[in-house]
């Protein structure tokens, strides 16, 4: 992989992770309703997760969805039903004076095992190894794993921190319902490029 090439794909996972998507709206929403500091696992545990996805796409799971494409419909099927739950439970959640009894950020081993039933972290990983490593040696697959991870905790970090900013108008609880009720149908509305419902 030439430094061109390295460059392209380096901006690739930069922008795939950076932009909104399931991961950075349930951020944003951590970082309102728990803080930055207690979002920090969630945020290390999206790295973790995504990087291992990558990996295994490329060394085998590209070629079994190949194979079994029903299996791809499977996932997605999965996929939409746990993110309706996720926005469920955002909308839900409590006001934030009682988060601290009512609920419990992502650890990390919840924030990587959602990366498998995650759709945005699915095309961002099978997007990333058919373009930048076609050949699916190891060392290319290698390499777009590393992209990820090495871009990924400073770009997703930006929306925790977003919402940390809104935390302090969050203390009325009206508001602070509104935010996750809004937070929960972007959630929902962040299938529709994904899966490309409806299209």
Known sequence: MNFSTLAALLGFALVTTATPGPNNLMLMASGANFGFRRTVPHMIGIVGGLTVLTLMAGVGLMALFDAFPLLRNVLEVISIGYLLWLAWKIATAAPLKDTA?????????????????????????????????????????????????????????????????????????????????AMAVLLVASLYPVLGIGG
Do not use: E
């Not at 930048?132 to 290319?140: F, Q, T």
């Open 101 to 181: 009894t009512g609920g419990q950020p992502m650890t990390f081993w919840q924030a990587a095992a959602f990366q498998w039933v995650n759709p945005k972290a699915w095309a961002m990983g099978l997007s990333a190894i058919t373009l930048y490593a076609p050949d699916r040696s190891l060392l290319s697959i290698a390499l777009v794993a590393s992209a990820f991870a090495l871009v990924c905790f400073p770009a997703i970090s930006i929306w925790a921190w977003l919402g940390t900013v809104v935390r302090h108008w969050l203390s009325s609880a009206r508001r602070h319902r509104a935010f996750n009720i």
